[in-house]
């Protein structure tokens, strides 16, 4: 395990750069816990509807299947992020979990949960990792 933090072209990233990228994952979660919260809730109040027209109550059901369908996908990012907090506190934070090369810090910055580098994202996507 690294004294100082995780490698980072061929050096470690320093301790400010990672309770950055900390912070900025702990914003994301917080923001998706409330917005899975509330999904949650507007999903449970669209079968409250009193409606009684057919078309009233497909739209609900569609609605409803799109809100949670927003949950299933918040959900997954906030396990990707868990993981990244993780990796951050076991010093494995940007580095790619497969070839082991740095992650490029335009990509973290963008994808701050991101686990692979770009190139073996792109395999991943093709299936060939």
């Known amino acids: 395990m690294a004294p100082e933090g995780t490698l980072w072209g061929g050096t ?15 914003i994301r979660r917080e923001e998706l816990m ?3 919260a509330r999904t949650q809730e507007e999903g ?3 079968d409250e509807d009193p409606t009684v027209d057919l078309a009233d109550k497909a739209a ?5 299947e799109f809100l949670f369908g927003m949950t299933n996908t918040d ?4 396990n990707l992020i868990d993981a990244a907090l993780k990796r951050i506190d076991t010093d494995d934070y940007g580095v ?6 740095e992650l490029q810090q335009k990509r ?5 949960w991101a686990k692979h580098c770009i190139t073996c994202q792109e395999k991943m996507e093709q299936g060939l990792l």
Do not use: F, G, H
Request: proline share 2%; charged share 35%; net charge positive.
């Open 75 to 78: 959900r997954k990012i906030l």
């Open 34 to 36: 409330k917005t899975i």
């Open 60 to 64: 609900n059901s569609y609605t409803k």
């Open 96 to 101: 790619c979990a497969n070839c082991q090369d």
């Open 108 to 112: 973290l910055e963008a994808v701050p």
């Open 12 to 26: 470690l990233m320093d301790k400010k750069r990672l309770e950055y990228y900390k912070k900025k994952l702990a």
């Open 44 to 46: 449970r109040t669209a």
